[in-house]
């Protein structure tokens, strides 16, 4: 049983269909496409911004921590002595 299949009737139903719709959802696209760069430029420069005041903060708390004006509680060394000497604290760690 041998069949045959047209195809003239899905490609003049193809050819119906005008490049309008086409163009139209194209021009669509690329105006979404448009914003889209435009939403990106702004967020790397607003993103820019932050991590440049983050940067800022950082190393202004790491300069803060190092300088040597912070004293130590001297109750953290003793504790700090106590637990080196600990033979249960060294056999763990």
Known sequence: MATSKKTT?????????GHAELEAKVSELRKLVAELQKELKQHRETSDKVHADLANQCEACCEAKASPG??????VDAMWK???KDRIF????
């Open 70 to 75: 912070v004293v130590a509680d001297p109750r």
């Open 82 to 84: 106590w637990l080196r």
């Open 9 to 17: 009737v899905a490609k003049a139903e193809t050819a119906a269909h």
């Open 90 to 93: 060294r056999a763990d760690n």
